[in-house]
C-alpha cells in the first residue's frame, strides 16, 4: 500500500494553524452576531488527527453561555419571522456567495480538524454545502399553507404555516460543516432562528459559517453557536425552556437521551442517527461496478459515516471473488498526509475512535476472517489516527461486528441464497437509514428498493445525496428528514385558521348551544 508522505504542498497545514489562531482569538462562542469566549472555566484542545498535534486551545461553554445563545435567538425571531418569504430569500443567497468566497478557507479548516482529504473538502463537503444554502434561498419563497374553502357551512378555512420559535440543534464530529448547514438552513429559510452546538473536537468551520451569515446581512440572533461538552452546554440546550424543537445527529446511545430530555419538556424532536448500511450484491450484478461501489461506499470519510456501506451481502455464487476484488482494491487505497494530493484515506476522528475501530476487528479474529487489513500503519502515520481499510468475511450474522455500528474503514462481507434470503439479511439490525441494491434486473432491483427498510436505497450506487432529496432514517436510525423540502417543513407548524361569514358571528353556534334566547 502506498502512503504519501508529506509533500510541498502539506504547509497549507502551517499556515492554515496560524491563520485559525488569529481568527478566532477571541474565542469559539458566536452569539448575536459577535464572537465570544465560552464561561465554563474549562478548555478544549482541537487536535490535527493526522498527527496528534495541538493546534488550537478554546473555552468551553458553560449553561450562562447557552442562556445567552438562546436568549439572543428568541430576541431575532420576531423581526425574522416577520420577514417575507422573499427578504429571507435574498438572505440566503447573499450567504451562498459569501460561502463561495470562503470555500479555500473552510476545506482547509474542515481538513485539518477532522482529518480529511483536502481534496474531498474541496469537492464534496464545502460545494454540498454552498449548494445546500442556494436550495434553501429558493426553498424559502415556499412556504405554502393550504387553499381556502368552504368545509363547514357557512365557515371559510386555510391552513397556515408557520416557523416555530428557536430550534437548539446539536451536531457531531464527522461532517461539522454540512451537519452545521443541514440544521441551520432549513430552520431559518422557515423563519426560525437557532442556537447550534457543534462538537467539542470540531467547532471550527461552524464558526466560520456563522460568522459568514453576518457577512451575508443575516441579522444578528438568527444563528448562534455555543461550542460546549454534551453533557453541559449540550443537555442544557436541549432542555432549555425557551427552546421548540431540538434537532440531533449523533449514536443512537445519545440519541436516546436526547428524547429523553426533550421529551419531558413536550419539544418538537429531529433524530439523525446511527446506521449500518447493508450493500447487496444479486447474482446478475456488475462485479467490477459492485466492487468499485463497496470499496467507495465503505470508506467514503474513512468509514466515518452513517450511510457507509459496512455489511455486503453477496449472493453465494459470486461471493468468493467479490471478497477477493474487494480485497485487492482496498489494498491499493492510498493512506497519507490529509494535505498531500495523493491521498486517498485520512485518519479516524482521533486515537479513541481508532482504538475501537480495532477492538471490533480485534474481537472478531476469534470467529472470522480478516482478509485484508486490520492494523495501523506504521512510519511516517504512526502519530496519527490511522487504520488500515479491512474486509472481514464469514462473520455470523449475529456476531458484534455485523449488528453494531462500528464508524471506521471496515466492511463485512457475508454470502446470501436467493433473494429472499438476501433481503431478510439487509433488514436484519436495529438501523435503517441507508442501503443498496446491486442488479441488472429492473423489478429485481425495484422489489429491493420496496422491501429493504431504510430511509434511502440506492440502485447500482452507494452514497451520493442532493440537495433536492430527503435524507433520514426508519427503527433506531431516527425519525425526520434533512435536506429538501421535507426537512423545510419539519420546521414549521401548521395553524387552522376559521372565519365565519355570516353576517352575526357565531349566531349559529350560540343556538345550537344554548338555544334560542
Known sequence: MDIPGNTGETDIRFRTQAELRERFADGAQYIAGRPARGT?????????????????????????????????????????????????????????????????????????????????????????????????????????????????????????????????????????????????????????????????????????????????????????????????????????????MTSFTGSTAVGRRVAEIATAGVKRIHLELGGKAPFVVFDDADLEAAVNGAVAGALINTGQDCTAATRAYVQRSLYEEFVARTAALMETVRLGDPFASGTDLGPLISHAQRDRVAGFVDRARAYARVVTGGETPGGDLEHGAYYRPTLVADAPQDSEIVQSEIFGPVLVVLPFDGDDDGIRLANDTPYGLAASAWSRDVYRAGRATREIRAGCVWVNDHIPIISEMPHGGFKQSGFGKDMSAYSFEEYTQIKHVMFDNTAVAGKDWHRTVFGDR
Not at 435574498?90 to 482529504?117: I, N, T, Y
Not at 434553501?136 to 408557520?162: C, K, M, N, P, W
Not at 457531531?172 to 437557532?194: E, F, R, S, V
Open 40 to 244: 465554563s472555566g474549562r478548555t478544549h484542545m482541537v487536535v490535527d488527527p493526522s498527527t496528534g498535534a495541538e493546534v488550537f486551545s478554546y473555552e468551553l461553554a458553560g449553561t450562562e453561555d447557552v442562556d445567552r445563545a438562546v436568549a439572543a435567538a428568541r430576541a431575532a425571531f420576531p423581526d425574522w419571522s416577520g420577514a417575507t418569504p422573499a427578504e429571507r430569500s435574498d438572505a440566503l443567497h447573499r450567504f451562498a456567495a459569501v460561502l463561495a468566497g470562503h470555500a479555500e478557507d473552510l476545506a482547509r479548516l474542515e481538513s485539518l480538524q477532522c482529518g480529511k482529504p483536502l481534496k474531498l473538502t474541496r469537492e464534496f463537503d464545502v460545494p454540498g454545502t454552498i449548494d445546500n444554502t442556494a436550495f434553501f434561498a429558493g426553498a424559502a419563497r415556499h412556504l405554502t399553507g393550504q387553499a381556502a374553502g368552504e368545509y363547514s357551512g357557512d365557515h371559510t378555512s386555510y391552513v397556515r404555516r408557520e416557523p416555530i420559535g428557536v430550534v437548539g440543534s446539536v451536531a457531531p464530529w464527522n461532517y461539522p460543516l454540512q451537519m452545521a448547514a443541514w440544521k441551520i438552513l432549513p430552520a431559518i429559510a422557515a423563519g426560525n432562528t437557532i442556537v447550534l452546538k457543534p462538537a467539542e473536537l470540531t467547532p471550527l468551520t461552524s464558526l466560520l459559517f456563522a460568522r459568514a451569515a453576518t457577512e451575508a446581512g443575516i441579522p444578528d440572533g438568527v444563528i448562534n453557536v455555543v461550542t460546549g461538552a454534551g453533557k453541559e452546554a449540550g443537555e442544557h440546550l436541549v432542555g432549555h425552556p425557551d427552546v421548540v
